[in-house]
């Protein structure tokens, strides 16, 4: 019959993107790039690609300016992005009020991964990068990390390689596409499009860029700050296949019997978690039904609780955060030398899920985060998502649920690595990410803020957008060198 579409079946003798992702993921040996060339290649990078970071005063940043009365600071083009200072309250199960600076970023970057076979086997375009940032200057990102006015080249720059693999002109077959956000604490309403797309035509490979597997890449996740966030982010919405895994997978493994459970609880159906997927969303939709967040611009020099000057806006007990400007020089990016302001977080942050086995399947206990820059109120975040220097003085009520019991390590510890943040826009923000075996039997009754929640369930969030805040995406990611 002419003029109806029919929807194309599975192409005979293809393997599913799970299926190939799952084949990947046990090439740690590497098929592109052995171990050994990696190696010789990171150090080879290591020693050439580098960045010169200066400290400099918020009001002699080049290219930037405060407005009248310190109101806002801002980029001369009006473009990238500004600090504002915001008026936030929260009412609803809890009722909170508070001022804060936030970086607002409306324009929506890319965060693309390039994936190619080689032998059959799926690699990854991974780039050696350094962010002005990082402690730890290079790191590992995804083959295109930049924002609009990066790629639209407002800077009056070089253009982004490969950034054609991007664009629908040039695009090619799409793995994954998902609209995703960033910190919700620190931005304001800002988000990324995280991409992984499949070429099989020739791509020239500078020297920068490496092809690596899946496999590869979970290996290198325990070492501390590798594995930048933007390629968490991305790696993390990856559609792994259900089923197929072979013992081999979890033999391999840290804990093959741990490995062994989270494999089971990746795997569970619909009615083997403690609470079902309906009930999963319909209790996140009472927290946004119920909760009311109301966050109003206010001019930094308004902040009750911070000093804004020449120098630096930084809160007046020494918590939080600072925002300080740098001054870059660097002969790998598009432009050479720029300045910018950075959020510089005043102590090292702790991020963890507690895991535990429910009714004989494991579950991660996940929290209902409620941050002033998310644009639908609440994601779902780890079990603790903190800084605990903000709570040194805190009375026992008023600490992050959970926080005492990952950070005393009271259960088995699974993963301990310590990670960056993005180092384009923050600097040494580095966060220790955990996962913790839960051995407290209260915990298995959690305040009403948490869910118990499968592996499957969580991940089965990824692929939406506004359910998996940034943290817990770079977490998924880590769960993958368990396995």
């Not at 083959?143 to 006015?149: F, G, L, N, W």
């Not at 009056?156 to 960033?182: C, I, K, M, N």
């Not at 977080?345 to 429910?358: K, M, Q, S, Y």
Request: hydrophobic share 40%; proline share 7%.
């Amino acid at each position: 019959m002419s003029g109806i579409l029919s929807r194309p079946g599975p192409r005979p003798g293809i393997l599913s993107d799970g299926a190939r992702l799952l084949r990947s993921g046990l090439a740690t040996g590497g098929v592109a790039t052995t171990n050994e060339q990696f190696a010789a290649w990171l150090a080879r990078c290591e020693e050439t690609v580098r960045a010169r970071v200066e400290r400099v005063p918020l009001a002699e940043l080049k290219g930037w300016h405060f407005t009248e009365g310190y109101g806002v600071l801002a980029h001369d083009s009006g473009k990238f992005f500004s600090v504002e200072g915001t008026d936030i309250t929260r009412t609803g199960p809890r009722t909170l009020s508070w001022q804060q600076p936030l970086i607002n970023q409306p324009e929506v970057g890319i965060l693309g991964l390039l994936a190619k076979e080689f032998d059959g086997v799926l690699h990854f375009l991974m780039q050696a990068k350094v962010e002005p940032g990082n402690r730890r200057q290079l790191q590992l990102s995804p083959t295109v990390q930049a924002t609009r006015s990066n790629y639209t080249k407002v800077h009056g720059g070089a253009s982004t390689p490969y950034l054609e693999h991007f664009l629908p002109a040039g695009r090619g077959r799409v793995v994954a596409d998902v609209l995703q956000s960033e910190q919700g604490t620190w931005f304001l309403g800002k988000r990324n499009r995280n991409m992984v797309v499949e070429t099989t035509t020739e791509v020239p490979v500078r020297d920068t860029f490496c092809w690596l597997t899946f496999g590869q890449i979970r290996r290198l996740m325990t070492e501390p700050n590798l594995i930048n966030m933007d390629s968490r982010t991305v790696l993390a919405c990856l559609p792994m296949a259900v089923s197929g895994w072979p013992d081999d997978l979890v033999d391999d493994a840290p804990d093959p019997v741990y490995a062994a459970g989270l494999r089971r609880s990746f795997q569970a159906g619909g009615t083997d978690g403690r609470h079902t997927d309906v009930e999963i969303l319909s209790w996140l939709n009472d927290v946004r039904t119920e909760t009311d967040l109301r966050v109003d611009r206010v001019p930094l020099s308004a902040l009750r609780d911070w000093r804004v000057s020449d120098e630096e806006i930084a809160h007046r007990e020494g918590k939080h955060f600072k925002v300080i400007g740098v001054s870059v020089e660097s002969g790998r990016r598009e432009v050479a030398a720029w300045s910018q302001p950075l959020l510089a977080p005043c102590d090292t942050g702790v991020v963890a899920f507690l895991t535990a086995h429910v009714d004989g399947v494991p579950h991660i206990l996940m929290r209902a985060s409620v941050e002033p820059g998310f644009r639908d109120v609440v994601e779902l975040g780890p079990t603790v998502q903190c800084n605990p220097l903000n709570y040194a003085d805190a009375p026992p009520e008023r600490r992050p649920p959970f926080l005492d019991h990952v950070l005393a390590a009271t259960g088995t510890v699974r993963y301990d690595v310590v990670l960056s943040e993005e180092g384009g826009r923050f600097h040494h923000a580095e966060c220790r990410y955990m996962v913790v075996e839960c051995d407290d039997p209260e915990a298995l009754q959690p305040p009403p803020e948490f869910r118990w929640m499968t592996v499957r369930q969580v991940l089965a969030m990824r692929q939406h957008s506004n359910y998996l805040n940034v943290q817990t995406r770079s977490l998924l990611a880590c769960l993958g060198s368990l396995w």
